[in-house]
Nanobody, 115 residues
């Protein structure tokens, strides 16, 4: 069974930064596309960014230039550096493979951006 553990969330003022981490213990991590997703209250979960095993990346238009996804294949960890945060970035952030596997969702990391 795959466990994904997100960390690094918190409360930050608009314009601030946070760095999320997602760690797993399974070696398959090194050969799959990983993604960061978020779900805001009353909204559907959406893909924020994903990264291939060779570090090709793709971003949601609204976060381009502000968020950076990266990975450390030796540590089985994927990161999301979030800068210039806006109140509309407030959500629970999750990592999962891309495309997702429903049985891989973790507890998520709450990110709250105050105006």
């Amino acid at each position: 069974q795959v466990q994904l553990v997100e960390s690094g969330g918190g409360l930050v003022q608009a314009g601030g930064s946070l760095r999320l981490s997602c760690a797993t213990s399974v070696s398959i991590f090194r050969v799959i596309v990983m993604g960061w997703y978020r779900q805001a209250p009353g909204k559907q979960r959406e893909l924020v960014a994903h990264i291939t095993p060779t570090n090709d990346t793709n971003y949601l238009d609204s976060v381009k230039g502000r968020f950076t996804i990266s990975r450390d294949n030796a540590k089985y960890t994927v990161y999301l550096q979030m800068n210039s945060l806006k109140p509309e970035d407030t959500a629970v952030y999750y990592c999962n493979r891309w495309p997702v596997r429903d049985d891989w969702w973790g507890q998520g990391a709450q990110v709250t951006v105050s105006s």
